[in-house]
Nanobody
């Protein structure tokens, strides 16, 4: 089994910054793509950013130029640096990783528990 633990959420004023972290632990052989999603009240969960095992990144149009996704493979960790935050960024943020596990051998997506980000003055 694999566990993903997120941290770094909180309350921030508009224009401020936050850095989210998500670390995986367990029977990990390797990790393919790592992603951040978010879900605001009354809305569907949406993909915010994605980073492949090779380091290629993709972002939702709404966060391009403000958010940066990165990963530390040695620590099985993905980060989301969020700058110039806006009230519409308020949501629960979830990380997801496509993990190749050793025992049992296989590949599947795992999810973190979510962390609340609130942007308000």
């Amino acid at each position: 089994q694999v566990q993903l633990v997120e941290s770094g959420g909180g309350l921030v004023q508009p224009g401020g910054s936050l850095r989210l972290s998500c670390s995986a632990s367990g029977s990990i052989f390797s990790i393919n793509a790592m992603e951040w999603f978010r879900q605001a009240p009354g809305k569907q969960r949406e993909l915010v950013a994605r980073i492949t095992s090779g380091g290629s990144t993709n972002y939702a149009d709404s966060v391009k130029g403000r958010f940066t996704i990165s990963r530390d493979n040695a620590k099985s960790t993905v980060y989301l640096q969020m700058n110039s935050l806006k009230p519409e960024d308020t949501a629960v943020y979830y990380c997801s990783m496509n993990v190749v596990t050793i025992n049992p051998w296989g590949t599947r997506d795992y999810w973190g528990q979510g962390t609340q980000v609130t942007v308000s003055s």
